[in-house]
């Protein structure tokens, strides 16, 4: 009853922002919202349940060249607050199966960001809590889908002392990005390695104890995305496995590579067909998961007459690392070099604000303890989103 209640409130509190952000429009001010509800069915896996889980958000982004006059300036925030179930318990995959679950329910600044642009807005440096994963790593086409490696490679997911800069907790960020000719581009960022934000129980770290992680990426962004990328923790961190002689996880260095491709193969803005591809690799040591593989297909524009009707299926596979099997084996469980996943979902908006999308996936988890190993989760999704376009 109280989730009820939230949500409600939400939806009432987000259905004003239009008339808020037009008048933050007029400041030079672009303030958005959105509030997702996700219904989720585990209808095969650890055990049948289903579950509600909400997300909301709020964003701001102020052009500051128009408000103060600093030419090229920018800022933004992003309030984020995450409650509900924990379907991944019951569904027993190690990448995951919905991408706003979260460990612990709670609100806080997800990002907070200034940005001075230069070189006649071809280079920008951007400084504050920002999402790693808006400009790295990152398929577009694959937005749309729900299990979370098609978000990020789990190998790059699965690093640092408590996760990379990406949902739901960033870490201070400092990031160059520089566009190259027509179409291409090159970016890198040094990151604060331990994420956290105000409203996490430790709060911003501000001392960078546990190093920085390093990444880069060039591309070009010719018919889509086609890019090359790699990163590097600054600091040595437990292997999941090997023991020194004194009993103490070996200390290794966590790096890694990946290379993705999105196109449009078909159609145009309005209706067209995007395929999407990415691997990644990583040194295999530190983390659950060596490297990985996700692909797919975006139809957007599929039913005639609905223009925003979009149909979206991926395949995805997280590689082990070795160590990590060899845990599996010594807790007893029979493991297998990965796990694979595939998703279809399709999306459609019921109004202006207001969007629907079912979702299907099945799990071939990488480990089992005489169970079985098969994985089947149905969702539905509600997305009421308000802001400036």
Not at 123 to 152: C, E, H, K, M, V
Not at 241 to 248: E, K, N, R
Request: proline share 3%.
């Amino acid at each position: 009853m109280q989730s009820i209640r939230f949500s409600l409130i939400a939806v009432s509190a987000l259905t004003a922002a239009p008339a808020c952000a037009q008048e933050a429009s007029e400041r030079s001010v672009a303030v958005g919202g959105r509030y997702v509800a996700d219904t989720v069915i585990v209808a095969q896996g650890e055990e049948s349940r289903s579950f509600v889980l909400h997300d909301v958000e709020m964003t701001a982004e102020a052009d500051l060249q128009k408000l103060i006059g600093v030419k090229g300036l920018s800022a933004g925030g992003h309030l984020l607050a995450n409650f509900g179930g924990k379907p991944n318990d019951a569904a027993g995959t190690l990448q995951g199966i919905n991408n706003i679950e979260v460990g612990s329910a709670r609100a806080k600044l997800y990002e907070a960001w200034v940005q001075q642009a230069f070189a006649a807005s071809r280079a920008s440096i951007r400084l504050g809590l920002t999402d790693l994963n808006a400009d790295f790593y990152q398929n577009d086409s694959a937005g749309l889908l729900i299990a979370p490696p098609f978000g990020i490679g789990s190998e790059l997911a699965a690093t640092g002392p408590n996760g990379p800069s990406i949902f739901p907790s960033t870490a201070l960020t400092a990031r160059l990005s520089v566009d190259v000719g027509a179409h291409g581009y090159v970016r890198a960022a040094v990151v604060d390695a331990k994420s956290g934000v105000l409203g996490d129980p430790t709060g911003i770290d501000f001392r960078f104890r546990d190093g920085v992680l390093l990444i880069g990426e060039a591309g070009t962004t010719w018919g889509g995305k086609l890019a090359l990328g790699a990163w590097r923790y600054s600091q040595r961190q437990d292997d999941v496995h090997a023991l020194t002689a004194a009993g103490d996880p070996v200390q290794r260095i966590a790096q890694g590579a990946y290379v993705l491709i999105d196109q449009q193969v078909a159609g145009d803005e309005e209706a067209g067909t995007h395929l999407f591809a990415r691997i990644g690799l990583s040194e295999g040591k530190t983390t659950p998961f060596r490297g990985g593989f996700q692909a797919g297909v975006l139809v957007t524009g599929l039913v005639p007459g609905r223009p925003d009707s979009q149909v979206s299926f991926g395949v995805e596979h997280g590689l082990l690392s070795h160590g990590f099997s060899g845990n599996l084996l010594d807790e007893g469980f029979s493991a297998a070099d990965g796990e694979t996943g595939i998703e279809l979902t399709y999306q459609d908006k019921l109004a202006s604000f207001l969007s629907i999308q079912p979702d299907i996936q099945y799990i071939r988890r990488a480990y089992s303890d005489g169970h079985g190993r098969d994985t089947l989760v149905t969702g539905l999704r509600l997305i009421a989103a308000f802001g400036d376009d």
